[in-house]
């Protein structure tokens, strides 16, 4: 399988940005919930969320259950 140049690039990029205390798509789904809900009260994010933040920015599976987690939350409140 050959990557493309932008495959290269995206991966080249998520290498330079993962730093040491990255979390993992399962941490993240762990922890998603409240970060969603501190997002959607308004809330400042507490420290020890923001890898939740970095990692949703960065992995596009977990971003898309990130987005699905949001409209279900709105649909409901």
Do not use: W
Not at 50 to 64: M, P, T
């Amino acid at each position: 399988m050959q990557l493309s140049y932008q495959q290269i690039t995206n991966l080249i990029e998520l290498t330079v940005t993962t730093k040491d205390d990255s979390l993992g798509c399962d941490g993240c789904l762990e922890l998603m919930d409240q970060f969603a809900q501190a997002e959607l009260d308004g809330t400042t994010i507490p420290r020890a969320l923001e890898c939740v933040r970095i990692h949703i920015e960065q992995c596009k599976c977990c971003k898309d259950e990130y987005v699905a987690l949001m409209i279900a939350l709105r649909e409901v409140q």
